[in-house]
């Protein structure tokens, strides 16, 4: 199914007359995070996969001309949209890799109109998944190796769509499992999952419901042991697990009430009755900041359900993010607007492990001995460089870089970020251009008829 359709009218507004315009050149756009959200002290990039499926397939359908042209557009345009096919470059940072404020996640280059085209679905697949994958990557650094984690998100995410983005960027977190069964056969995870309190209410009591429950699906064995008294369901399946001889994958899950004090007591019952193998498994609301309480105050719990929290990234639910024109047919341009200013031309962003600084210069800059350099080309004349990217890659690259953050970044609370120094060669070309386009505007107002509004854009 196209998705060229996909997108802001004004895309295709402006698409339109360049095509009409003959304006064929080739545009650099860059996507980027202007500020961190409060309370992150790094964002994770995510989004990448997704958006080099959409360029390789991007074509509009007979059903999307047929609409735009009862929509009004004129006849050379249905005719130009229905050639048009993504052919340009990216280079992008992969997904995984820890990324800073205003450092390119993503660069496009290519005929204006088909980069301008493609701006909404960047902008949308980035933002959320960038989003999403820092949660989840907040929430493995809260639990530490103490708590095994496994996503809970799909029926509160906003979208099925969306459902399948978080199993997989929590799975590049380190999450060990997902409820999102669709999603663990898509992406090869692990799905988990139990039973839920209905099925303990459809029983006359716990203790048969639990027998009946480990008799039809031994090795799936956690026990929901809060649908009426915590405790006293804990005693239940600690009877089960007695009658019916049962030895191995047990856990018991608590889902409401003060999991903390609940976990400690069932893990004195589990112990005092001999069963120490058997894990305790909490969800229901939970974040990144509980999960860190729990571990720090060693609350007995060994693995964690993270659901609307993770699935909204509720805390910080949006990135501030851009797609800006940073050059077009050969010239490198830039934006001047008050808060919202843009660096020109195409960009690399270049590291040096531990995190301390990252250097944000032009593409055509050397890197300096030691350095790596994060924005790769992964895709030439609209196909990628190499095949699909896995969720293994993308997880050895996070982790290897949260390694390296230093722990003010890490810090879940008050975090301070690493800093980004822009390189001497690329201050010097926004100064020059910014030198030029007010002295053009002063020019302009000088002239007779200007407007007078000096306004640049």
């Known amino acids: 199914m196209s998705q060229a359709l996909v997108t802001d009218l004004y895309e295709l507004n402006m698409a339109a007359s360049y095509l009409r315009r003959g304006m064929t050149g080739l545009a650099t756009f860059s996507l980027f995070v202007r500020d961190l959200p409060r309370g992150r ?30 929509a009004g557009f004129a006849g050379d345009s249905i ?12 280079h992008a940072i992969p997904e995984g890799r820890v990324v800073l404020p205003n450092e390119p996640l993503l660069e496009v280059t290519a005929p204006i109109a088909q980069a301008q085209l493609v701006e909404t679905y960047l902008l949308n697949q980035v933002t959320f998944q960038t989003a999403i994958a820092t949660k989840a990557a907040r929430c493995r650094l809260a639990a530490g190796g103490d708590i095994d984690l496994v996503d809970f998100a799909l029926r509160r995410t906003h979208g099925v769509d969306a459902g399948m983005a978080v199993a997989r960027l929590s799975a590049i977190a380190g999450f060990t499992a997902t409820s999102n069964v669709e999603a663990a056969r898509r992406f090869g995870l692990q799905a988990a999952g139990t039973m839920a309190h209905s099925y303990i209410e459809a029983f006359a009591d716990e203790a048969s419901a639990f027998r009946a429950f480990a008799t039809d699906l031994p090795g799936r064995t956690t026990f929901l042991v809060d649908t009426y008294d915590t405790l006293a369901g804990v005693e239940a399946a600690i009877g089960v697990i007695r009658e019916l001889g049962l030895t191995r994958s047990l856990a018991v899950r608590l889902d409401s009430g003060d999991l903390a004090a609940l976990a400690r007591e069932t893990r004195r019952l589990l112990d ?16 990144e900041l509980d999960l860190e309480r729990m571990r720090l105050e060693g609350v007995p719990v060994d693995a964690a359900g993270v659901g609307t929290r993770l699935g909204v990234s509720a805390d910080a639910p949006s990135l501030d993010s851009a797609y800006k024109l940073v050059a077009y047919d050969g010239r490198p341009v830039l934006k001047l607007s008050e808060g919202k200013a843009t660096l020109p031309g195409p960009k690399q962003v270049w590291r040096r492990m531990p995190v301390t600084e990252d250097l944000l210069a032009r593409r055509d800059e050397p890197g300096s001995a030691g350095y790596e350099p994060l924005l790769l080309p992964v895709m030439r004349a609209g196909q990628r ?22 722990a003010h970044a890490r810090d879940l609370r008050e975090p301070v970020p690493p800093q980004v120094r822009v390189s001497g060669s690329l201050r010097d070309l926004a100064a020059t251009l910014t030198d030029d386009l007010r002295h053009r505007g002063k020019t302009e107002r000088s002239m007779p008829g200007g407007t007078g509004s000096g306004r640049l854009t």
């Not at 005719?79 to 990216?90: K, N």
């Not at 460089?385 to 230093?406: F, I, K, N, Q, W």
């Open 41 to 70: 002290g790094f964002l994770v990039a995510g989004g990448l996969e997704d958006c080099l499926a959409y360029l390789e397939t991007f074509a509009f359908a007979e059903e999307d001309l047929r609409w735009l042209s009862a």
């Open 79 to 90: 005719g130009a949209f229905a050639s048009l096919r993504f052919t340009g470059d990216v």
């Open 272 to 287: 005092a009755a001999g069963l120490p193998q058997v894990r305790i498994f909490v969800s229901g609301g939970l974040d």
């Open 385 to 406: 460089t190499g095949p699909p990217d896995t969720v293994a890659a993308a997880r050895a690259r996070l982790e290897r870089d949260l390694a390296g953050l230093p």
